[in-house]
């Protein structure tokens, strides 16, 4: 068991160089409160304001770097993504997965926030460059994904219903994101998944970013839908704590 709330931690890899991006919070349970089995992801929320940035550091010196020194030491140096999933314990960090890709939905929310160009860096990582980059430049505020899923998700869900109000943006504010949609012949825009849409919302504060996000949603129609309503919750009202 690892007591402590869990961090996901995304970082740009080439060699042995590590170039950290925001971190963020995943929420893996179907149901509000984290009830319910668990998805693939329901929602997610970066920054998060009750990680010290020094725990930020500590990750990548004591996880990442060493990862990254030690695939370079056997010969078969990384080049790319490195997602790290944690728990924040009374011990410090503990890694619970590793993987080699963006993680959905927190990718969702993080690069919402990246301001330096995301195609720059990612070459600069393949052409090992990355040591060169300048430092990242990150928008100021938070930002908050919510998924829409089909009826029955996690389960076997309900497919080929038109979704009504999912353009990227609109006068709602917030975007969307499709993940489990297909176009029909005639043009609908149909569920084709259990995600099936990611609604992202960013504001000054994790408080006016779920609002963002929640409002956005508002306007979405898809028949037996459902996403949480807690996304980011605790955190905006600092019941959060290590």
């Not at 060699?15 to 992801?41: C, H, I, M, W, Y």
């Not at 908050?144 to 709602?172: F, K, L």
């Not at 297909?182 to 995600?195: F, I, L």
């Not at 504001?203 to 996000?213: I, S, T, W, Y």
Request: with cysteine; glycine share 14%.
């Amino acid at each position: 068991f690892l007591d402590g709330p869990e961090v996901s931690l995304f970082c740009v890899v080439d060699g042995e160089t590590v170039v950290p991006l925001l971190p963020a919070q995943d929420f893996k349970r179907v149901g509000d409160g984290d009830s319910g089995p668990n998805t693939g992801g329901m929602g997610a929320y970066t920054p998060l304001p009750w990680l010290p940035d020094e725990m930020t550091g500590r990750i990548v010196d004591e996880v990442v770097k060493p990862v990254a020194a030690e695939l370079v030491k056997r010969g078969c140096p990384f080049s790319g993504l490195l997602y790290a999933g944690l728990a924040i314990t009374s011990h410090g960090p503990a890694v619970v997965e590793f993987n080699c890709r963006f993680g959905d939905p927190e990718t969702q929310a993080v690069l919402a926030l990246l301001e330096s160009p995301l195609g720059q860096l990612l070459r600069a990582a393949a052409t090992g460059e990355l040591a060169a980059q300048p430092a990242l430049r990150w928008s100021d505020g938070a930002a908050v994904t919510v998924v829409v899923a089909a009826e029955n998700y996690p389960g076997r869900p309900r497919v080929g219903d038109v979704i009504h109000g999912a353009d990227p943006g609109s006068e709602h504010g917030g975007s969307v994101l499709h993940a489990g949609t297909a176009r029909r012949d005639d043009g609908a825009v149909v569920s084709a998944g259990g995600r099936v849409l990611s609604v992202v919302g960013v504001g000054a504060d994790l408080a006016a970013a779920r609002e963002a996000a929640y409002r956005r949603i508002a306007s979405v129609r898809l028949p037996g839908s459902h996403f949480r309503t807690d996304i980011g919750l605790a955190a905006a009202e600092g019941r959060i704590s290590l």
